[in-house]
């Protein structure tokens, strides 16, 4: 066959494999005029139909069962948990969120049903909404190498299965159980998810006590329509042979569902009915020796109420018959209902404040104590009874844990699983950072020291103790369309204890009110004082217009990465947002950092980026006045262009006031207090940076360039070397270490030093000219000249720093060049000429009247 | 994992989405390299009948060569590309010498690992595979490395159209008729043999 041959053939083939196999002949009938196509075409369809459907469906390298080690996505499959029949279900390890799952893999039939597993995945979608501490979470449906899984919470315990094999439960304990299985039920129904396959298999029990419930909604998810012909329930087919526990699910099956008929909530209160049957009396409801026996049983016979524990009050009788009414028009409606009677009879607080259910009540509550109005209420006994009541806070109260006053928010997992979307989940973690970092009373953790944690392989708690926090929040972002879901959770960290669990879902034009609330409802539940004016802040946000901030947080994304390609895009994103949406300061803000980092990393001469920078934060601050980010940019490209010291100082203090919770401002602060020689100052401030971003390579390098620049060299060292045992992929602590190496004398290990800084800036960076400073101080001035020639040269197409060529002449005893060179500094503003005073590499140059004029004109005092 | 080979292969991977076809050249063998010290580690640390997974191979590798870089995916893709390539040759090379050592052809020469096992019931005569699709790169080259991707490299439809620059549905309508053709050809192949 020759290739054009091939396409043509080709092209009719596709056509026929996408059709029924019925309907390919006719198809061909009217494709292919001339026989040899046809015979051609025919011949592939039939290798096609009679060949092994399986031929290459799964790559090269078997999938199979998934054995220890397996890895799906971030999973890693650790051991079976056994199989339903709506797959196999696995113990794994989230490496991303260093927590273990439970992973329910989706049966290859599935995935062959396109249609079908759209359909799942819409209702795992639904179902992954449902938070609440009595229903084990679905965290989401994920997809990778082919193989479709729902990941879930893995719940540790008995099930109420075993347990009831072990005899029936006290009534009281009974009750207890039942009564956090009815609320589970209940915020489930409120929320419009019916179980549909509620039995004791299905309700765990963990060693706390708590009572879980599984797989909500999945025997509908599975099949697919709210009809459950009683041969398809999952259960089911799953059993094989074993006739005992053939008989499970439809012991549990209400009339209704067992004729087949549609099924409403009211099923599941029958299934309730029929757990805390079993639950008092260690037998089934609904028993039978075969199938239909047993089938027959939840049609026409009533259980035996003498099986029944005498101490069961009459109460509760009366509400087993309510529940287990055959005519689900007679039957209890509302188990909520069920809930409320249970509670009455066992007189018991409710176990596990159900965030679900009462939270909008909660937080009505509070937000009235937060805005002062509470000294009304609080003088009113009945109001705190309420308060009580609604809220018992487990978590606070009696449940040992200390105050939550630091917070670290881990990198959102984006669930749409195209990559692409990396930047939304990695704004959406930025965005709430930012907003609950302006809480004076909690110390947030900055972005960069979260990053780290993306993908990382540690346990929440190990996580919590290296930031030094008290609680982490963790969470999911799904962006699909104009609509974005988040979840949310908070974890304490001592206990790695669940205290509240969110999902939320808005049209992308409300997001940054979304986010507000998923920060107020944080701040809310940690019980944190909030001053009015915080309070303010958190309570809504304009809408945006979703264009412009999508622009933005791609902006920002490639902002973080600190190349210039990387700049040069997001500058263009900024713009992007800017054209979209001219009022917001954000994108303004954005721009300003873009241009200070080029400038600031020499990609582009700074007298062309830093005027620019500092006119988009005068725009970001036109439009609010209020915005911290832009005040500190704006800071920062003064400090680097106007030299107007007192300008600078007013500019970082407001905007250390307005979020004294953004890293950076203290981190900038710090560069500029260390020019001033300000020492002391410079390090309580880039400690203050520390905290809030711990593991920031470039903060931590910070405190050994201050010690530098202060000329405490063995100290400075010391911090260095403690930078780089933490990140040793860094060039800043290389690049210091030189520095200060070159002023102890060590020229080889400044040299060495020098050299790795240079490996690790893949391209790009003017550090060759400290080597050739490094050389020059050595003796070694002909390897000096040479790189210095080098740089001259390249100098004339291409930025280099002045100042660095300055400090070669000066190392080589050339005054006249060096102070040609520094006057060009000066004009070119060269990156850090504010560190002129202090810079120990230039102390040649101090006797000189050249070099006293030039910190005259930086408005600059000698130092030492 | 040098650090500063790190930001080669980014760097690599950066040029050769720009159309730079000598950066793909140049991360062959680092790819490689890494490919077959991931593969070792996997055998090494679990039983013999543990079975690899590609995907989660490659991507391992990748994860070990781009180490901390900003994940921009479209490179991804593009690593994906070339550690399919390089998968097919290992493992086909790997069914060859165990055909040959079956034979008592002298001692094999193994590529990847002696302790490599595949899985037995493999119904895909990798060899046979591989001969087909020699033959199809001639009818159609773009098919060939379509399968390559899919089924050498693991990668899903949606990443083997990013590595493609085609769009998902193409992949799915290419995949089917080149299967199509592999099976009547690998039949035939039978056939003569």
């Not at chain 1, 005029?33 to 459907?53: F, K, M, N």
């Not at chain 1, 972002?477 to 974890?491: D, K, P």
């Not at chain 1, 960290?493 to 509240?500: I, P, S």
Request: charge should be neutral; glycine fraction near 8%; proline fraction near 5%.
């Amino acid at each position: 066959m020759k290739p054009e041959r091939w396409q043509e053939v080709k092209k009719v083939l596709a056509a026929a494999l996408e059709r029924e196999p019925g309907e390919r002949g006719a198809y061909l009938d009217q494709a292919c005029t001339e026989p040899l196509l046809r015979r051609e075409v025919e011949s592939l369809i039939a290798a096609h139909e009679q060949g092994e459907s399986s031929f290459m469906e799964q790559p090269a390298i078997e999938h199979g069962a998934l054995k220890r080690g397996t890895r799906l996505g971030p999973y890693e499959i650790l051991a079976p948990l056994g199989a339903g029949g709506m797959g196999e279900v696995y113990e794994a390890h989230d490496s991303k969120l260093g927590r273990k799952v439970a992973i329910k893999v989706l049966p290859a039939t599935f995935i062959h049903d396109p249609q079908r597993l759209a359909r799942f995945q819409r209702e795992a979608r639904m179902l992954a909404s449902l938070n609440h501490p009595n229903i084990a979470t679905i965290h989401g449906l994920e997809e990778s190498d082919g193989v479709h899984y729902l990941v879930m919470e893995l719940v540790p315990g008995e099930t109420l299965a075993e347990r009831i094999g072990k005899g029936a439960l006290p009534v009281e304990e009974a009750l207890k159980v039942a009564g956090q299985v009815a609320q589970a039920l209940e915020a489930a129904h409120e929320k419009g998810v019916i179980h549909r396959d509620l039995k004791p298999g299905n309700v765990k029990l963990t060693p706390e006590g708590r009572v879980k419930v599984l797989d909500f909604g999945l025997a509908k998810a599975f099949s697919g329509d709210g009809a459950l012909d009683p041969s398809q329930l999952p259960t089911l087919t799953a059993m094989g042979t074993e006739e005992g526990r053939i008989l499970g699910t439809p012991a549990y099956m209400s009339p209704e569902q067992a004729r087949g008929k549609t099924v409403d909530k009211r099923a599941d209160v029958w299934a309730f009915g029929c757990l805390l049957y079993e639950l008092l009396t260690a037998r089934r409801a609904f028993r039978g020796e075969t199938l239909t026996e047993t089938i027959a049983a939840v049609l026409e016979r009533e259980p035996d109420w003498q099986a029944l524990p005498p101490s069961t009050s009459a109460k509760i009788r009366d509400l087993l018959r309510r529940c287990l009414q055959k005519d689900p028009q007679r039957r209890l409606r509302d188990i909520g209902d069920v809930r409320i009677e249970i509670e009455e009879v066992s007189a018991l607080p409710r176990v596990g404040e159900a965030a679900a259910t009462t939270k909008s009540t909660r937080v009505r509550w509070r937000g009235a104590l937060l805005w002062g109005v509470a000294l009304l209420l609080l003088a009113t006994v009945t109001s705190i009874a309420i308060w009580n009541r609604k809220s018992p806070s487990p978590l606070f109260a009696t449940g040992g844990l200390g105050p939550i006053e630091s917070l670290a928010v881990l990198p959102l997992e984006e669930l749409s699983g195209s990559p692409g979307q990396d930047y939304f989940a990695d704004g959406m973690t930025d965005e709430l950072i930012t907003d609950l970092a302006q809480i004076k009373a909690l110390r947030v953790i900055s972005r960069t020291s979260v990053m780290v944690y993306k993908g990382a392989h540690k346990s929440l708690p190990d996580i919590a103790r290296e930031l030094n926090v008290d609680a982490v929040v963790e969470g999911t972002v799904l962006h699909s369309g104009n609509r974005v879901r988040i979840t949310a959770q908070l974890i304490y960290a001592a206990t790695d204890r669940h205290l509240w669990a969110e999902s939320y879902e808005r049209d992308v034009r409300d997001i940054l009110g979304l986010q507000r609330e998923v920060a107020k409802d944080i701040v809310d539940e940690i019980r944190i004082k909030v001053t009015p004016e915080e309070q303010v802040l958190l309570s809504g946000a304009p809408p945006v217009n979703s264009e412009a901030y999508e622009a933005y947080l791609k902006g920002r994304y490639y902002w973080e990465t600190r190349t210039e390609e990387g700049l040069r895009k997001a500058i263009s994103y900024f713009q992007e947002a800017i054209e979209k949406d001219p009022t917001s300061p954000r994108a303004y803000t954005g721009l300003a950092d873009s241009y200070n980092a080029l400038g600031s990393d020499e990609f582009l001469p700074p007298m062309e980026t830093f005027p620019k920078a500092k006119a988009a934060a005068l725009e970001a601050l036109r439009r609010d006045q209020n915005f911290a980010e832009a005040h500190a940019s704006l800071a920062f490209a003064i400090w680097n262009y106007d030299y107007d010291w007192k300008a600078v100082e007013t500019e970082y203090k407001r905007a250390i006031d307005l979020n004294p919770g953004y890293a950076t401002s203290y981190h900038w602060y710090a560069g500029y207090l260390m020019g001033m020689g300000r020492f002391a100052e410079a390090i309580a401030a880039v400690k203050r940076a520390r905290e809030l971003d711990p593991l920031s390579p470039r903060i931590n390098a910070n405190v050994g360039l201050i010690l530098y620049f202060a000329r405490q060299y063995d100290q400075a060292i010391e911090e260095l070397q403690k930078a780089l045992r933490m990140e040793s992929n860094s060039e800043a602590p290389y690049y210091y270490l030189g520095l200060v190496y070159l002023q102890k004398g060590n020229y080889r290990e400044a040299i060495s030093e020098f050299e790795k800084s240079n490996q690790l800036l893949s391209g790009g960076g003017s550090s060759d000219l400290d080597l050739a400073q490094a050389y020059a101080l050595a003796g070694d001035r002909k390897e000096a000249q040479t790189i210095l020639g080098r740089s001259l040269a390249k100098s004339k197409g291409n930025y280099e720093s002045a100042l660095l060529i300055a400090k070669v002449y000066a190392a080589l005893g050339e005054k006249q060049r060096a102070f040609a060179w520094l006057q060009k500094a000066y004009v070119e503003r060269s990156s850090f000429l504010a560190f002129l005073s202090v810079d120990p590499t230039l102390d040649v140059l101090h006797t000189d009247p050249r070099f006293q004029a030039l910190l005259t004109r930086m408005n600059l005092q000698p130092q030492l | 994992m040098c650090p500063a080979s790190s930001g080669r292969v980014s760097k690599l991977l950066i040029n050769w989405g720009q159309g730079d076809l000598d950066a793909r050249e140049a991360l062959i063998p680092l790819v490689y390299g890494e490919l077959r010290r991931v593969a070792r580690r996997y055998l090494g640390r679990e039983r013999p009948d543990h079975t690899l997974q590609s995907a989660a191979l490659v991507h391992e590798a990748y994860l070990r060569l781009v180490h901390k870089e900003p994940p921009q995916w479209q490179n991804r893709a593009h690593f994906f590309g070339v550690a399919a390539q390089l998968m097919r040759h290992l493992l086909v090379d790997h069914a060859r010498n165990r055909r040959a050592a079956k034979r008592g052809a002298g001692a094999p020469r193994l590529s990847l690992d002696a302790q490599m096992v595949l899985p037995q019931k493999r119904e895909v005569d990798l060899v046979a595979l591989d001969d087909a699709l020699n033959k199809l790169a001639g009818l159609d080259a773009q098919q060939s490395r379509l399968i390559e991707l899919r089924f050498f490299g693991g990668l899903s439809i949606e990443e083997t159209a990013v590595v493609l620059g085609i769009s998902p549905a193409t992949v799915k309508r290419e995949w089917a008729t080149a299967r199509a053709w592999l099976q009547r050809e690998m039949k035939n192949q039978d056939a003569g043999q």
